[in-house]
């Protein structure tokens, strides 16, 4: 069984909240799409990205490297936030996606 995730993102509303979450290396976020359209959370530089979430539905990410990652909805590109991943157990691997 995974860990349960470090912080959780809700999207409603066409909006990610929090928009800004902070994260250690090695811990995860997950996003849970609340809206009746379908989202996805995908990091604008390609290196994460969520499936796409119909209503209820979510999906986590891992990250294993320190960085800033400004990421959108592919489905309605105008929704955006960022995570910030600050140092902790690993920093060898860029973000994963865990099942």
């Excluded at 604008?44 to 800033?68: I, N, P, W, Y």
């Excluded at 592919?74 to 920093?91: K, R």
Aim: charge should be negative; proline fraction near 7%.
């Amino acid at each position: 069984m995974a860990p349960a995730p470090a912080a959780t993102v809700t999207i409603q509303g066409f909006a990610f909240a929090p928009a800004d979450v902070t994260v250690k290396v090695g811990e995860s976020i997950r996003w849970t799409n609340q809206d009746s359209a379908p989202h996805t959370a995908t990091a604008d530089d390609g290196s994460f990205g969520t499936a796409t979430l119909g209503q209820g539905r979510s999906d986590s990410v891992t990250f294993t490297k320190v960085g800033t990652y400004a990421y959108h909805c592919a489905v309605h590109p105008t929704m955006t936030a960022v995570v910030h991943v600050v140092a902790g157990a690993s920093e060898s691997t860029p973000p994963t996606k865990s099942y």
